[in-house]
């Protein structure tokens, strides 16, 4: 009966926990659909790498081929004191992750769904090209980009007889641009539609500009920083993607300006590089001014619920870290302390990965864990995408808000 709950829970919430277990599911459509009224994020445009079967395959073979690869090449290979310690740290969590995707393979309701999504999703609807922002942020006329909202009073007035529409045109780059409403917004950039989820909120600019990010007054600040910073690493294929920076540059991040008087939860995505989980602990945290508390895992599974990779294979791990710690400013460091202690360590956030990157929807699982107000005032650096409730700040916040990624009106 329990597990029924958590079925119908789920359904509901996109959410998942395992019973007595540190684990949960999330399924990323569902959590990312709450945020919005008429629109629907698509499944087949968020799993189209691990879901539908021509590029669940491609995947596999493109891992499968790097494994030859590697067979081939392979000399025994002493590891170095780096790579060592790396190991070690993977052969400690090893059991729990071990444990949570056992609780995945235990809940067979579950299974049942996910294995449904694969035969239910149909091709995205709409194709066309995806716009750049970050090579239009790049350009001299980027200070002349508009962002058109259409209103819909429509829906706002539904008994109403008439349908009225109302546009608002401004500037797209280093501005705050909200949709205070309570509803999707449709926006249009150059050629192209966008979906802007109710109450969200987006600054697009470079890192050179972030600081205009930073209220006024630091009650206005933020409880939750999600950061996912563009990482240097050896992938060419992220590098395609995405621009990246060195890692001193992170240290300018403005964490305790924007942080709450009450102080926030800070959330960082990391790679799985020792040089790089040594940066964060012994220079990036203590710059912020932020206390480490607990690493979280997210485990990443295809849809029968297997791994995405072997959990071994030392350069592709099939999962991430997700370090989390207490930014306070003075006043509020004792007040706050107690919460230091009430997140327990080792949890696992398991879903089926979508865009290469793109992470999966935490702030409803972190949110018991954030001082403050509530609703938590959140802002999330380096977004790629806009939540309900959120301030979604980096070079292209609006990259998955393309109306391509949705389904439906
Ligand atoms: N969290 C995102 C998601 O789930 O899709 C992925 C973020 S990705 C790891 C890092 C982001 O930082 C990319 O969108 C990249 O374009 C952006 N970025 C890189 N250099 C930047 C800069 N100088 N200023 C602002 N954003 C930058």
């Avoid at 596999?60 to 310690?85: C, D, F, G, W, Y």
């Avoid at 790396?86 to 071990?98: C, F, G, I, N, S």
């Amino acid at each position: 009966q329990k597990d029924e709950h958590e079925l119908s829970t789920f359904l509901d919430s996109g959410i998942y926990r395992f019973q007595n277990s540190n684990a949960v599911f999330i399924d990323p459509v569902r959590v990312l659909n709450r945020s919005y009224t008429r629109f629907r994020v698509s499944p087949s445009a968020y799993y189209s790498r691990f879901l539908e079967p021509k590029y669940a395959e491609k995947e596999t073979k493109v891992s499968s081929n790097s494994k030859k690869r590697k067979r081939k090449q392979k000399k025994p290979h002493i590891l170095n004191e780096r790579e060592r310690a790396a190991d070690q740290r993977h052969q400690e969590v090893k059991p729990v992750l071990l444990k949570a995707h056992e609780a995945l393979l235990g809940a067979t309701d579950l299974l049942m769904i996910m294995g449904k999504w694969r035969t239910e999703i149909c091709s995205s609807s709409e194709c066309g090209v995806e716009q750049s922002f970050v090579e239009l942020g790049r350009v001299w006329q980027a200070p002349m980009y508009e962002i058109t909202f259409n209103f819909n009073q429509g829906n706002e007035l539904q008994y109403c007889s008439f349908y009225r529409c109302e546009q608002r045109v401004l500037p797209l780059f280093n501005n705050l641009v909200a949709n205070e409403t309570c509803d999707d917004v449709e926006a249009e950039i150059l050629t192209r539609r966008y979906i802007l989820p109710r109450q969200s909120c987006f600054f697009m600019s470079d890192l050179g500009q972030i600081h205009n990010l930073i209220p006024a007054e630091s009650n206005c600040g933020f409880n939750l920083i999600v950061i996912d910073p563009p990482w240097e690493n050896g992938s060419a294929r992220q590098k395609s993607l995405y621009p990246t920076l060195p890692n001193r540059y992170f240290l300018s991040l403005p964490v305790k300006q924007l942080t709450h008087t009450e102080g926030a939860l800070v959330a960082l995505w990391m790679t799985n590089r020792e040089k790089l989980y040594n940066f964060v602990q012994k220079e990036l945290f203590p710059t912020w001014g932020v206390s480490y508390v607990a690493t979280f895992y997210w485990l990443k599974v295809k849809g029968d619920g297997s791994l995405i990779s072997d959990l071994d294979l030392f350069h592709h791990r099939p999962y991430e870290c997700l370090l989390l710690g207490y930014c306070s400013l003075e006043e509020a460091n004792c007040k706050y302390q107690s919460g230091f202690r009430a997140i327990k360590d080792n949890q696992i956030i398991i879903s089926i990965p979508g865009d290469y990157s793109r992470k999966p929807p935490i702030g409803e699982l972190l949110h018991e864990y954030v001082p403050g107000p509530r609703p938590a005032r959140c802002v999330e650096l380096f977004a790629r995408e806009m939540t309900a409730g959120c301030v979604s700040w980096g070079n292209e916040p609006l990259h998955f808000q393309d109306s391509r990624y949705f389904s439906g009106k």
